[in-house]
């Protein structure tokens, strides 16, 4: 093999590798122990586009979204506010709006996600049985949608 193969050998491996990984979903993994979330475990009915484009990005495309939003506040009224707060003010767990966050990844959608899909230490038992995929992606946007804190700390807006 002469040089100028190999260097277009090498340059069409970096190519297709690059377009695999563009294509390639986001890793989730357990707050706690690092380990890949394992998504079937996941409510029923979650699997939509809106998810399906979360996965590729991380970021939650329901931040902004109106509609969305007031879904999101009504699963979360029902689901999130007895130990979190009606202004997720905090109560058993903490609080929600401001920009201190228990575990620093929150400040990313991602990072969110991990930790009401997965869990995290204390009270807070992972959240698949009770919401589908993109009902919590629903739950993200009204709770990044109250936020109070200084928007430099906050990942999702950038």
Known sequence: MTFKSFINAAT???????MSTADADITLRNSITGEVLDLSYAKKGGNTEVFKEFMQTGKNPYNGNEEAIKKGESLYMTGCSGCHGHEAEGKLGPGLADDYWTYPRNATDQGLFEILFGGANGM???QYVNFSTDELLHIMAFIRHIYTGDPKKADWLK
Do not use: C, D, N, S
């Open 12 to 18: 069409l491996g970096i190519g297709v590798l690059a």
């Open 124 to 126: 807070m038992g992972p």
